[in-house]
């Protein structure tokens, strides 16, 4: 799971929800992993996915059909994925680069 942070035009911070946005997925296969969104009209929009197999994954993120981020994720683990990173922080701007991480934890371990 990880969380968009949303931006305006000013590349503020946004304070409400309702934007569009779409997720996708893919494992080392190409297949693509049903991930949900939850608008939490704060801004903010969580993402939850839940992959099944270890190795390279694909994010991409696009807004209103316009891409805002792809990236390759290293999923080490099947269980309790979460992300970190730059990308995924307040202030980071549309089709720009920025970094993330999928950290999969066992299940006997929590993230620090």
């Avoid at 297949?31 to 969580?46: A, K, L, N, R, V």
């Avoid at 891409?67 to 980071?92: D, T, W």
Wanted: proline share 7%; hydrophobic share 30%; with cysteine.
């Amino acid at each position: 799971s990880f969380v968009i942070y949303a931006v305006d035009g000013d590349d503020f911070p946004a304070s409400k929800g309702g934007e569009v946005f779409k997720v996708k997925v893919q494992d080392p296969t190409g297949f693509e992993i049903p991930s949900s969104i939850t608008d939490h009209e704060d801004g903010t929009y969580g993402v939850k996915h839940e992959p099944s197999t270890s190795g390279a994954h694909k994010i991409v993120v696009s807004l209103h059909d316009v891409l805002v981020c792809s990236r390759q994720a290293e999923i080490m683990e099947s269980k309790g994925p979460y992300a970190v990173g730059s990308g995924f922080e307040a202030g980071g701007k549309a089709q720009q680069p920025a970094s993330f991480r999928i950290i999969m934890p066992s299940s006997s371990s929590s993230p620090s």
